[in-house]
């Protein structure tokens, strides 16, 4: 059974640049959350797709942008990149409305 | 927006002895509760969860909730070094129809042998 799988683990991208991060969810699972990890800090909610649609929104201005295909699998998109942006961004999947989520391994953003 | 308290540490405790995590949360109609350990440089992972008041055990671990005190605990009986990691509260958002997490900083558990 495969997990929750991200891509790429690690990147690197000037101030200005955009970004698109990739998430597959756990097989059976239809909903998928993007969350942004800064250092020494808990995940903070990004937004979270479900039914090919953006559900529900953090506190993350519009450069923050997504997508949910068909198959369930997830873009995050991050436009004019800030040195604040640098973090760890984890996808987790989970299924319908059940707050039981299970997360990728990360994708590692550093801003330069 | 939720508030999760957690007592960022660092936590250390020698092998074998208990180690005690705790988180407070705000909103009192919170229902149900979940840990994630994570280790340096990985991803969350579910460890437990605990939707009643009283205790649940899993193997050396045991969740507490006490909602009159809105107060979560987690017990690591026995700790070993490889429960060293840092241990996430997190507590679903009640007024959405799906599960978007609140989590907490974190507690940075050292386990020294």
């Known amino acids: 059974d495969a997990g929750v799988t991200q891509s790429p683990t690690h990147l690197i991208k000037t101030r200005g640049q955009q970004v698109t991060l990739r998430c597959s969810p756990k097989?059976?699972?239809?909903?998928v959350s993007w969350y942004q990890q800064a250092l020494g800090q808990g995940p903070q909610f990004i937004f979270q797709?479900?039914?090919?649609?953006?559900?529900q929104r953090g506190n993350f201005p519009d450069r923050f942008s997504g997508h949910q295909f068909p198959n369930y699998s997830s873009e995050l998109n991050v436009n004019a990149l800030l040195l604040g942006d640098s973090a760890l961004y984890l996808c987790a999947s989970s299924l319908g409305a059940s707050p039981e989520a299970f997360f990728g391994q990360g994708t590692r953003l550093t801003v330069v | 927006q939720k508030e999760v308290e957690q007592n960022s540490g660092p936590l250390s405790v020698p092998e074998g002895a208990i180690a005690s995590l705790n988180c407070t949360y705000s909103d009192r109609g919170s229902q149900s509760f979940f840990w994630y350990r994570q280790y340096s440089g990985k991803s969350p992972e579910l460890i437990m969860f605990i939707y009643s008041n009283g205790d649940k055990e899993d193997g050396r671990f045991t969740a507490q909730l006490n909602k009159a005190s809105q107060y979560v605990s987690l017990l690591i009986r026995d700790s070993q070094p490889s429960d060293s990691a840092t241990y996430l509260c997190a507590v679903p958002d009640r007024g959405s129809t799906l599960g978007r997490l609140y989590f907490g900083r974190g507690t940075q558990l050292t386990v020294w042998p």
């Open positions: 097989s059976g699972h239809d909903t």
């Open positions: 797709y479900y039914e090919e649609e953006e559900r």
